[in-house]
């Protein structure tokens, strides 16, 4: 009965690798989001998905690459990893854009470390 | 953009007391304002949330209020509990802003014994 569901839980890697992590709801919403958190707990926004459609693009490198295969997945790709990576990542979804009423489903988080 | 300013940073209170956290938000088009709690190696979690038709919201022993003129909604914790320990973020969203949700930057409660 899980909502929100990412997977890794734990990813460790080599700087200027490439990984992905993998977000799935089963809760029948329209929008997902990935958010980063850093160390300081900041969450910041990264990308928004309406129902496979990017609509919020914030200020991230290209090296990072949100994929939508349909409206109940969401997955990131990281490109050339590096230690400013690292970071818990938290996928999310919310019913849809409209009203503002957006509230965020978070999904359990990936811890990314960086060597 | 909207920007939500978030106070204070770190929070700690006796058991049994009250705890309040504050924030602001910039864009005065906001109309939704959630807060969520945060345990140690959790996710964010929705703890009560209020709209901007609303001034006050209560849900047992955690309330919110909200200051449209001033721009300022207010999160209050009665009768604190050690499980009440968490960092708890204030958010603000808007009709204009599509999807988006602007986080405050956290205050960590701490509960003593």
């Known amino acids: 009965d899980t909502a929100v569901s990412q997977t890794p839980k734990y990813l460790v890697t080599q700087m200027g690798n490439d990984k992905s992590i993998k977000c799935e709801q089963n809760?029948?919403?329209?929008?997902m989001y990935w958010y980063k958190q850093d160390s300081k707990k900041f969450l910041k926004i990264m990308f928004s998905?309406?129902?496979?459609?990017?609509?919020i693009n914030e200020t991230v490198p290209n090296r990072f690459s949100p994929k939508s295969p349909d409206k109940a997945h969401l997955n990131l790709h990281i490109n050339s990893l590096e230690l400013g990576d690292s970071a818990v990542y938290f996928c999310?979804?919310?019913?849809?854009?409209?009203?503002?009423?957006?509230?965020?489903?978070f999904g359990p988080g990936t811890r990314l470390t960086v060597l | 953009g909207e920007n939500v300013e978030q106070h204070p940073s770190t929070l700690s209170v006796q058991e049994g007391d009250s705890a309040v956290i504050k924030c602001t938000y910039s864009?005065?088009?906001?109309?939704?304002f959630p807060w969520y709690k945060q345990e140690l190696g959790k996710r964010p979690q929705l703890i009560i949330d209020?709209?901007?038709?609303?001034g006050e919201k209560k849900d047992q022993r955690i309330a919110v209020t909200l200051n449209k003129t001033a721009k300022h909604f207010s999160l209050h914790i009665t009768e604190t509990q050690p499980e009440d320990s968490a960092v708890y973020f204030c958010?603000?969203?808007?009709?204009?802003?599509?999807?988006?949700?602007?986080f405050g930057s956290g205050t960590r409660l701490s509960i003593r014994p």
């Open positions: 809760l029948g919403h329209d929008t």
């Open positions: 209020i709209r901007s038709n609303v």
């Open positions: 998905y309406n129902n496979k459609e990017l609509i």
């Open positions: 864009d005065s088009a906001s109309n939704y």
């Open positions: 958010a603000a969203s808007s009709y204009s802003s599509a999807s988006k949700i602007i």
């Open positions: 999310a979804s919310s019913p849809g854009t409209s009203g503002g009423a957006n509230t965020q489903y």
